[in-house]
């Protein structure tokens, strides 16, 4: 009998569930929540629309034509955060252990608590808890790990809860598509179709180094996975509020074109993190600090958001607002914060699919040779801005000296 007890917790279709709980005449009608433009990108869809084909991520032109009677929202992302931490809240008070992986995904660590109360009883009470208090349906699955909990859960949905008992994850995951098992994506499920393998019993009975060979090094973790084995922990919730940067110069300067430059630079890198890291700011503030060392700063309010196009307007708005000494200048900085959990594509409501792919594609290439390997052009005066870490891997900001320009 394994003593580890993780459950994993899903809010069902999320957004969708949000815009009905604040308009009950969306109930059981098909619903798309994102851009509403024909060039927006679909964020959420109720189950509703799914049996025409329709997907999150998908165009909003196709998803309309795919289901025209469906209603189209444009969503809002400060107001899902907001149930979101509502959730976060419960889950805190009721469990000793959790980490919130996403804007509407949580783990818990419930080991140990079987001796008290009984893991499966805490978890369906602690399900029943979040449906009352915040009128969002929830599901869960709970095993000996994260990786057989979360694929529980997909099983559990809609709104509804699954335990897979010490000893049975093999059995449970044998009969389900390979697609089930996290980090398969379209390239890997497709390649691993080519090879015949649909289901993940097939994976199950195949030697290790054979999926390795096809694969690579994810071959040995989505064996594992296909096996029920997954050691990864669960890690203590601890939400950055806030990311920042700031360049002190060597000489002071009134370079207006030259500051420019460079918050752009900083604001492009500053909106990458967050990106990288699934996360959108509501509150950018810029900071000036003159030759006679006085510090001035500024900030606003904006809907969430992690876009360079939309965040470098903001920022160079504040700046000609705040910048009204005419002195030199020793070190400029820009900050976001009011951070929540959520993935760029919510905050595309007004958005293209372009704009969509082109940022997806940019991040890939800084992800994989640096911040600094694409730019624009406005910000190449800056030669100093960019971090390798992602600054939301859960371990404390690395405090620097302040880089030279």
Not at 214 to 220: A, I, M
Not at 270 to 298: E, H, M, P
Request: glycine share 6%; hydrophobic share 35%; proline share 3%.
């Amino acid at each position: 009998m394994s003593d580890k007890h993780i459950i994993h917790l899903d809010l069902d279709t999320f957004y969708v569930s949000v815009e009905r709980k604040m308009d009950s005449r969306l109930e059981n009608r098909p619903l798309l929540v994102g851009g509403t433009s024909d060039r927006g990108v679909v964020a959420a869809c109720s189950y509703e629309t799914r049996g025409y084909g329709v997907h999150s991520g998908m165009s909003m032109k196709l998803a309309r034509q795919l289901c025209p009677e469906a209603v189209v929202i444009r969503g809002n992302a400060g107001t899902y955060s907001k149930h979101s931490d509502e959730v976060t809240e419960i889950i805190k008070q009721e469990t000793p252990l959790f980490e919130k992986s996403s804007i509407d995904e949580f783990y818990a660590d419930l080991s140990g608590m079987d001796r008290f109360y009984g893991c499966y009883k805490l978890a369906t009470e602690l399900r029943k808890k979040v449906i009352r208090e915040t009128g969002l349906p929830i599901s869960f699955g709970l095993s000996i790990n994260k990786v057989v909990s979360k694929i529980a859960t997909g099983e559990a949905k809609p709104n509804n809860q699954l335990m897979i008992n010490y000893g049975e994850e093999k059995d449970f995951m044998a009969p389900l598509s390979i697609k089930k098992i996290p980090q398969v994506g379209d390239k890997t499920y497709q390649t691993l179709r080519h090879l015949g393998v649909q289901r993940i019993h097939t994976i199950q009975e195949m030697p290790e180094e054979m999926l390795i060979n096809v694969l690579g090094k994810n071959g040995s973790m989505i064996w594992r996975r296909a096996q029920g084995v997954d050691n990864r922990p669960v890690i203590a919730f601890n939400e950055r509020k806030s990311i920042s940067t700031e360049r002190t110069f060597d000489r002071d300067t009134i370079d207006v074109k030259k500051l420019n430059s460079i918050l752009i630079a900083m604001t492009e890198n500053l909106a990458f993190q967050l990106r990288r890291g699934d996360k959108l700011t509501g509150c950018i503030n810029v900071k000036i600090k003159y030759s006679d060392f006085n510090t001035y700063t500024k900030q606003m309010r904006i809907p969430y958001c992690s876009a360079d196009h939309i965040l470098i307007p903001h920022i160079l708005e504040i700046f000609e607002k705040l910048y009204n000494r005419r002195l030199l200048i020793r070190l400029i900085g820009i900050r976001f914060s009011h951070i929540v959990n959520g993935h760029y594509q919510i905050n595309l409501f007004d958005d293209n699919e372009t704009a969509l792919n082109l940022y997806n594609a940019l991040d890939k290439i800084r992800e994989k040779y640096g911040d600094r390997t694409v730019m624009r052009a406005a910000g190449m005066e800056a030669k100093t801005i960019g971090r390798m870490l992602n600054p939301f891997n859960g371990l404390p900001p690395v405090v620097l000296a302040h880089r030279k320009q």
